[in-house]
C-alpha cells in the first residue's frame, strides 16, 4: 500500500510543472521577421499589423486564400461586395454577408476567405492584417499550381475528379 501512495505522490509531483510549462511563442513574426524595409508602410513597422488597399473591378473576385499568420478586418469603402469564409473541421460552415459601404467583417485567423464585387462599379476595400507578415495562400493556386504538381491520382481522389479534369486544371495553373 505504501508503494502505491508513494507511486501516486511522485506521479503527481512530476506532472505539477506540466500545468506551469508552456510552449506557444507569443510572437512568432519576433523570430523572422525585425522589420520591413517598405516606406509605404514606414508607420506600420514592426508593430505586428498591416494594411492593405483592395481595389475590386465590376464582378471581379479576390479567389478563395487564407492568411496562416492573420486574422483580417475587411472596410468597405466604395461598392458593394459578396464576403464569406469557411469554418474549419469538421463543421465546414460557409459564414457570408453581402457588405456596402461603411460594412465591416471579420475573416478569423488562418480561414478559407473571398471577396466578390456583386456590382457593376468598382469596389474598393481596406484589409487590415493582425500581423506585419500575414502571408497569403491562395488555394487554387497551391493545389493546381503547385512546383513540381502534386500527384494527378491524389488530387483525383481528394476532390473526386476525374484524372483528365485535374490534368486540365493543372495546365491552367502552371
Excluded: W
Amino acid at each position: 500500500m505504501k508503494k502505491g501512495v508513494s507511486f501516486l505522490v511522485a506521479v503527481a509531483l512530476m506532472a505539477l510543472p506540466s500545468f506551469l510549462a508552456s510552449a506557444f511563442d507569443p510572437s512568432p513574426l519576433q523570430d523572422i521577421c525585425v522589420g520591413i524595409n517598405d516606406p509605404k508602410n514606414a508607420g506600420l513597422n514592426t508593430l505586428g499589423i498591416s494594411i492593405d488597399r483592395i481595389d475590386h473591378a465590376p464582378y471581379g473576385v479576390n479567389p478563395p486564400h487564407f492568411h496562416p499568420r492573420a486574422a483580417e478586418i475587411f472596410t468597405v469603402l466604395e461598392g458593394t461586395l459578396l464576403v464569406g469564409f469557411v469554418t474549419s473541421n469538421p463543421e465546414h460552415r460557409f459564414i457570408s454577408k453581402v457588405l456596402n459601404k461603411g460594412d465591416v467583417f471579420a475573416f478569423p485567423f488562418g480561414l478559407m476567405h473571398f471577396q466578390y464585387n456583386i456590382g457593376h462599379t468598382n469596389a474598393v476595400a481596406i484589409a487590415a492584417l493582425g500581423s506585419q507578415y500575414p502571408g497569403v495562400t491562395t488555394i487554387a493556386n497551391t493545389t493546381f499550381g503547385s512546383n513540381p504538381p502534386i500527384n494527378r491520382n491524389i488530387l483525383a481522389k481528394a476532390f473526386q475528379l476525374d484524372k483528365k479534369v485535374v490534368q486540365y486544371l493543372q495546365a491552367r495553373f502552371q
